[in-house]
């Protein structure tokens, strides 16, 4: 390296000068490459927080909900294709396959034109994805009613602690179901309110249902209070279904508390009456 003497003094002063502006880009860099880093830690230490909230963020979207619409038709269409051909018969077989096992709301159609249903009642309707394949199986078995119990914008704390915010559901001023087209409507209740509220009244007015499907508040108490007031008016024949039963024990301490072996296939539980 040259002695700082060898060169004019503004020489070297821009040299200290250009290690000095060296140094903050440096810094600057180090420092926006850490909070990558960060990032992309917090991503894979809670990658279902960060892909719900990123999913929560795009529903606000009109052309996103345009084309959740259109997606949710083609795949409702390709699981009826479907079931027309399925080789299994039986709710376990129902459950496991592979071809509808991905999404609950295609075992949701499968399960209900296998049950044929006569009285279906779900809680949490969101966008209405599990209600427009609920709907559409029983207008295929031309027998059914679905009742629906939704509180719209709800937030709320899981048991981990974390803030689940679903009022993107309801964005642009949608009621809950917008993907359920009027055609179906004439099978639906939709009934709007908190479900530990209005489950019971229901459920009594119904007297008894044939399938029951939780899909609301997934917290422990939440949960274990909707099985314990439907299961008493689960018909012999009926069956108590379950989304997203990994947040928390509640669904596998239910079955443990009526001496049931539920069936589970990835965050789908059900329970058979008998
Ligand atoms: C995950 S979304 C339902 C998705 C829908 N089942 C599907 O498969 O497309 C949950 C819904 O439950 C509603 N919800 C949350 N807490 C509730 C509660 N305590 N009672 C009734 N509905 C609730 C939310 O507002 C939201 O619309």
Known sequence: MRASGDYEPWVHKSYRLYIAYRRIG????????????????????QPYVYSYRVGMMLLRSRVIRRLVRLYSRHLLKQTQNLVETLPARSIRDIVTYSKLSKYHFTQLYALCR???????????????????????????????????IDEPYSVY??????????????????????????????????????SHELLPVLCERLCSLDFFFHDSEHN??????EYSIVWPHLRASGVLASHDVEWNTAFQDFADAIQRQPIGWHNLGLIMAS
């Not at 490459?33 to 894979?44: C, G, K, M």
């Not at 001023?173 to 004439?186: H, I, T």
């Not at 422990?220 to 209070?225: I, L, S």
């Open 26 to 45: 440096m810094r600057l860099v180090t420092s926006t490459v850490e909070s990558w880093q960060a990032t992309i830690h917090a991503f894979r230490q």
């Open 114 to 148: 296998y049950l044929r249903p006569r009285v279906v009642v779900e809680t949490g309707v969101g966008l209405g994805t599990s209600s427009l394949f609920i709907l559409q199986a029983l207008e295929d078995n031309g027998v059914g009613k679905l009742y629906s």
């Open 157 to 194: 704390q899981s048991d981990a602690g974390i803030l689940i915010d679903e009022s993107a559901y309801c964005a642009n001023g949608d009621r809950p179901g917008m993907l359920v087209p009027n055609e179906l409507r004439d099978r639906w209740t939709l009934l709007l309110g908190k």
């Open 220 to 225: 422990y108490r939440n949960m274990f209070q």
